[in-house]
Nanobody, 113 residues
Framework: QVRFVESGGGLVQPGGSLRLSCAAS????????MSWYRQAPGKERELVAR????????TYTASVKGRFTISRDNAKNTVYLQMNSLKPEDTAMYYC??????WGQGTQVTVSS
């Protein structure tokens, strides 16, 4: 069955960096675009970044453009999110998905001094 396992979150000071990973299984990973989403307390889940199946094209929400980088390793069925210059407003639970109903448990990112 489809499964997503996110990791790499944590507590970081403003201006710091984190690298999130998402291991996917149960579907032909290299054939699917992958996305990172986030959900802050009291807010709706939002799309953060997306990468095409072969990794040739990426898109970002405006608030993270220039700070976050999405990448993927199709040999490892894994998608990454490198987050630099983190801000308190980046605090949220982060999830990956490829358009399925199933979601992983997410990984918590907290940016605070």
């Amino acid at each position: 069955q489809v499964r997503f396992v996110e990791s790499g979150g944590g507590l970081v000071q403003p201006g710091g960096s984190l690298r999130l990973s998402c291991a996917a299984s149960g579907f032909p990973f290299s054939s699917y675009a992958m996305s990172w989403y986030r959900q802050a307390p009291g807010k709706e889940r939002e799309l953060v970044a997306r990468i095409t199946s072969a990794g040739g094209s990426t898109t970002y929400t405006a608030s993270v453009k220039g700070r976050f980088t999405i990448s993927r390793d199709n040999a490892k069925n894994t998608v990454y999110l490198q987050m630099n210059s983190l801000k308190p407003e980046d605090t949220a639970m982060y999830y990956c998905n490829a358009g399925f109903i199933v979601w992983g448990q997410g990984t918590q990112v907290t940016v605070s001094s």
